[in-house]
């Protein structure tokens, strides 16, 4: 009788039964399958995102030792109260900060303040804070630094943004835009009661994620986008971003490091890629080269010129010439305006970051050469971890450039805030 009197309570415990058989079977079979951001990120209600605190991750998804401290940055422990006599460093960034495919020690970031630290002329420690978050863009490195970044009384922040900015849709993008409101975009109780759903079951994470994350979720989420003014592919904003970051890192007087971010030459999507030139002869190969230069000199079209542009590259490189490939190459990434793929966009953007490097008067480490002499000469696997991550050699090959830059600012005077 008590029964019919509350039929929903029949109707809570037979929902709540059939999602504790569900849980239980997802834990037991390992189903769905899950994507790296369902572990290692949660809801944030400023920056739509940010990495889990606490984490101790061995195995999947990378089979690499991933551990986050508590205050949700990749590595050992921190505090906010910067300690006396250290030199502090936060870098910036997306998955290639965070170092997704290489464990904690191999990161850039891990290995830069070792490097750092082995040069004692500045009288200070070096302290490196891996704050990249994994898909993250410039919108959302200017409010994770006006919100959890400024807090550390940073000396130093290095930027490192392009892939996830130069990309054509993400809802994460599209939904930020450049509308940076006073109030969070989500009422802290949600994003409190989400995050607990998200990072504790695997039918929830499932539910939120494939469910009720439909096709018109993220139409709802482009429209948001397109009311704040974000307009795809749009280097302007990009620009736009880092000038703000610059300027609010220099008036809370830290230094700002801009660091374009490699990724792979060798392999695209580019239609014209997977012709493969076979020289026989060097005087075939000039003659070649004098007959795509006549093309290229007639041609408009500036996506058209990168595709012959690409096409001279593969030429040169059939000929052994490393150093005309790489320019060429170089040559038809810059050119491509279209970011048909993401690896041609995100070059366009480091060269739109080194630009306004010099602009601003703003340090920069590029590694960009050092990356594609060695992807055209030998290519060692660990250059990369895939086609847009850097891969234990490529950490380091960072982590020696920002090593160097990181012990000159330390030796200069504090920056003034304001200035």
């Known amino acids: 009788m008590r029964l019919r009197r509350h039929p929903w309570a029949v109707s809570l415990a037979v929902t709540v039964a059939v999602l504790v058989v569900v849980e239980l079977g997802f834990r037991v079979l390992g189903v769905p399958p899950f994507h790296p951001e369902d572990l290692l990120c949660e ?5 739509l995102v940010r990495t889990r605190a606490g984490l101790r991750l061995h195995g999947a998804p990378w089979n690499v030792a991933i551990t986050t401290n508590r205050l ?18 936060v870098a910036l960034g997306d998955s290639s900060t965070f170092g997704v495919c290489v464990g904690d020690d191999e990161t850039f970031c891990a290995m830069a303040e070792g490097l750092a630290n082995s040069d004692a002329r500045s009288g200070r420690r070096v302290e490196v804070i891996n704050a990249g978050v994994i898909g993250y863009n410039t919108m959302q490195g200017l409010r994770a630094l006006e919100r959890v970044i400024l807090p550390l009384r940073p000396d130093c922040v290095v930027v490192s943004f392009a892939v996830n900015d130069s990309a054509e849709g993400g809802q994460l993008r599209n939904y930020l835009g450049r509308h940076r409101p006073e109030l969070e975009e989500f009422p802290p109780a949600v994003v409190t009661i989400r995050n607990v759903l998200w990072n504790h079951s695997a039918v929830c994470r499932w539910l939120l994620r494939d469910v009720f994350a439909g096709q018109a979720y993220l139409d709802r989420l482009r429209e948001a986008g397109v009311k704040a003014g974000w307009k795809p592919g749009s280097s302007e904003e990009y620009r736009a971003n880092l000038e703000e970051i610059v300027r609010v890192a220099h ?26 030139y076979v020289i026989l002869n ?26 012959m542009w690409l096409a001279v590259a593969r030429l040169r490189e059939g000929m052994g010439d490393a150093r005309g490939a790489l320019d060429a190459y170089l040559t038809a990434m810059s050119l491509s305006d279209l970011f048909r793929d993401l690896r041609w966009g995100a070059y366009s953007y480091d060269n739109l970051m080194a630009d306004l490097a010099g602009r601003l008067g703003v340090p920069l480490v590029n590694v960009l050469p ?10 060692p696997p660990a250059l990369y971890a895939d086609g ?4 234990t050699l490529g950490h380091r090959i960072i982590a020696e450039a920002l090593a160097a830059t990181i012990r000159d600012l330390a030796l200069r005077p504090k920056r003034r805030q304001g200035l």
């Open 43 to 47: 809801l944030d209600a400023y920056r």
């Open 72 to 89: 949700g940055f990749r590595g050992r422990e921190t505090t906010v109260a910067k300690p006396a006599g250290v030199f502090r460093v």
């Open 251 to 276: 008036a809370h007087g830290a230094e700002v490091v801009f660091m374009p971010m490699p990724v792979r030459l060798k392999h695209t999507m580019f239609p014209l890629y997977e012709i493969n």
């Open 282 to 307: 060097r005087r075939d190969g000039r003659k070649a080269l004098v007959y795509m230069d006549g093309v290229i000199a007639k041609t408009a079209d500036p996506h058209e010129r990168s595709a």
């Open 370 to 379: 050092a990356f594609y002499r060695r992807e055209l000469s030998d290519n």
């Open 388 to 391: 847009y991550h850097p891969g």
